[in-house]
């Protein structure tokens, strides 16, 4: 299986913090596809229906009703299909011990919701640019060549 570089899930019970993130993401990076997730259950579900393309990236609300974030976390680590899928978890959680079993159980990010819809678009670009190589071209330098070590 191959991951779809422009593919995110965004797993989240609640549908209006699945829009609002989904918004904040558009408002930087309309090229990416995006799919709603509403639970821990379904995410499982849909992973191991994936039968050519995985998602570049899943981005995991922690508290949500029947399978929690932290054990779709787990078992998503423990697969060897989708170990390897940057899980960035989104929460409204404060807790030091919910950061701490998050990263423990192989989260690649921590990240608590913010309080703004201008702050949250930062970190959905931030996390396009970091997991997603979606990196602006940089200008070349004078005399249109790159200067690398050992050039």
Not at 53 to 61: G, K, R, S, V
Not at 138 to 149: D, E, L, R, V, Y
Request: hydrophobic letters at 40%.
């Amino acid at each position: 299986m191959k991951s779809n570089l422009r593919l995110i899930y965004i797993v989240d019970d609640d549908p209006d913090d699945r829009q609002i993130i989904l918004d904040a993401f558009l408002e930087k990076s309309p090229q990416i596809d995006y799919v709603f997730i509403e639970n821990a259950e379904t995410l499982l579900e849909t992973l191991y229906a994936a039968e050519v393309e995985l998602p570049a990236l899943i981005l995991l609300d922690l508290n949500m009703p029947g399978m929690m974030g932290l054990h779709a976390l787990k078992e998503i680590r423990s697969n060897r299909l989708f170990s390897q899928i940057p899980v960035i978890v989104l929460t409204t959680s404060t807790l030091h011990q919910d950061r701490k079993t998050s990263y423990e159980l192989g989260a690649s990010c921590y990240i608590r919701k913010p309080a703004s819809f201008t702050e949250l678009v930062e970190i959905t670009d931030a996390i396009v640019k970091l997991w997603l190589h979606e990196y602006q071209p940089q200008p070349s330098p004078p005399g249109g060549k790159k200067n690398m070590a050992g050039d």
